[in-house]
């Protein structure tokens, strides 16, 4: 049976490099984060991102992220593989817990969410997640 937490999360840090590649208006740069989670999701992160950005802003970004901490009391890590974009102006973000990744306590998970950007700035997630 699947389960949800929910949460919040700031960014601490935000290290982009020098695009990689800048052509007719696009570029696509590498980004290092660190996050702190809040909610259901108690701990901490770090990610590589690859982001695409256009004349009219972010575009769309993949990336790799290890969190460690606790997940609904249990202690242990694993990894999140992102993937977000936008549609007719409207931005998406998705990630998914990549499968044998879980340590400690989160071994085996596998699961699904998303993060939602405010309007403000903030940043708040959701995750449906199975434990074996």
Known sequence: MSKRV??????DVWDAEKPYDE???????????????S?????????????VGTGAGPAAYVGIERFEGTLDGR??????Q???GGERGRPWLT?????????GDLRGIRGEGQIIVTED????YSLDYELD
């Open 95 to 103: 990630w998914k817990i990549v499968e044998t990744s879980g340590t």
């Open 121 to 124: 700035g903030g940043h708040s």
């Open 75 to 80: 202690t242990g890590a694993f990894l999140l």
């Open 23 to 37: 052509r007719d208006g696009v570029t696509c740069t590498r980004v290092h984060v660190k996050k702190t989670f």
């Open 39 to 51: 909610g259901g999701l108690t701990g901490a992160s770090t990610a590589e991102l690859t982001t």
């Open 82 to 84: 992102h993937s977000a």
């Open 6 to 11: 929910e949460g919040t999360f700031v960014l």
